[in-house]
């Protein structure tokens, strides 16, 4: 089976540009959480969407929006980026809410 | 404000011996935990998880958990050169979210 799938890998963007990342979860999951890690720090919470429906917004600024589609696969969308924004977005699944969550490859986003 | 504690590292223990990784968490309410590793340059895998007090064994793996005293911790048996790597410990908050340690990087000498 496949596992959770992220595209792209690498990115390589401008200040100011805008980015969408894709998620696709492990088949007949239906939560999918996405995550900013910069290095040397544990993965920061951004948003969560179970059955479409955001279900949780984690400590980032409205630049930051994601959806989840009818077959769960998900995007995550950051606009006017900043240096700062550099970092390796993690998508994660799971069957259902509060129990093991699965993580994809990641996104290596890197704003110059 | 939800937090995850764990000590950066590096922890450094011969192969063959036990490695024992620790975590505190802040939110009382939190009811499920686990351990990711992450191998540099790459995204975390799933080890183990734990919901129960106790101890939980998979393979050469075992995670503790003590509720009451807000712990939870990981041992390595047998450990690996192939082991090395940084363990994040996660912990289920608020939205059924994961609430993510900052890591304890593992060498294990050859």
């Known amino acids: 089976d496949a596992g959770v799938t992220q595209s792209p890998t690498h990115l390589i963007k401008t200040r100011g540009q805008h980015v969408t990342l894709r998620c696709s979860p492990i088949?007949?999951?239906?939560?999918v959480s996405w995550y900013q890690q910069v290095l040397g720090q544990g993965p920061q919470f951004i948003f969560q969407?179970?059955?479409?429906?955001?279900?949780g917004r984690g400590n980032f600024p409205d630049r930051f929006s994601a959806r989840q589609f009818p077959n769960y696969s998900s995007e995550l969308n950051v606009n006017a980026l900043l240096l700062g924004d550099s970092a390796l977005y993690l998508c994660?699944?799971?069957?259902?809410?509060?129990?093991?969550?699965?993580f994809g490859q990641g996104t290596r986003l890197t704003v110059v | 404000q939800k937090e995850v504690e764990q000590n950066s590292g590096p922890l450094s223990v011969p192969e063959g011996a036990i490695a024992s990784l620790n975590c505190t968490y802040s939110d009382r309410g939190s009811q499920s935990f686990f351990w990711y590793r992450q191998y540099s340059g790459k995204s975390p895998e799933l080890i183990m998880f734990?919901?129960?007090?106790g101890d939980k064994e998979d393979g050469r793996f075992t995670a503790q958990l003590n509720k009451a005293s807000q712990y939870v911790s990981l041992l390595i048996r047998d450990s690996q050169p192939s082991d090395s790597a940084t363990y994040l410990c996660?912990?289920?908050?608020?939205?059924?979210?994961?609430?993510f340690g900052k890591g304890t990087m593992l060498l294990v000498s050859p």
């Open positions: 734990i919901y129960s007090n």
């Open positions: 996660a912990v289920n908050s608020g939205y059924s979210t994961l609430t």
């Open positions: 969407y179970y059955e479409k429906e955001e279900r």
């Open positions: 994660a699944s799971s069957f259902e809410l509060g129990i093991e969550a699965f």
């Open positions: 088949s007949g999951h239906k939560s």
